[in-house]
């Protein structure tokens, strides 16, 4: 089985920054596809960023130039660096992991922006 555990989340007051950080168990973690992706209340969840295994990215508009994905397989984690945050940035932030058909998702971290 595998889990992924996030961390990082917090508060910060707009224009500041964060780093999350999203670990997973087992032996898996290379072959991943690893995202990141936020839900705000009441919104769908929506996609962040993405990583692929040999670590190409791909970001959502509102992320780019702010937002940087990253990953170290040695580690069994994923980053997402978080800067020039703004007050609509303020989600629960999820990890979640694609291999082949199978997908797994984290507990989230609390992002909140203050203006």
């Known amino acids: 089985q595998v889990q992924l555990v996030e961390s990082g989340g917090g508060l910060v007051q707009a224009g500041g920054s964060l780093r999350l950080s999203c670990t997973a168990s087992g032996s898996i973690f290379s072959i991943a596809v690893m995202n990141w992706y936020r839900q705000a209340p009441g919104k769908q969840r929506e996609l962040v960023a993405s990583i692929q295994t040999g670590g190409n990215t791909n970001y959502v508009d509102y992320a780019k130039g702010r937002f940087t994905i990253s990953r170290d397989n040695a580690k069994n984690t994923v980053y997402l660096q978080m800067n020039s945050l703004k007050p609509e940035d303020t989600a629960v932030y999820y990890c979640?992991?694609?291999?082949?058909?199978?997908?797994?998702w984290g507990q989230g971290t609390q992002v909140t922006v203050s203006s």
């Open positions: 979640k992991a694609n291999i082949k058909i199978q997908t797994y």
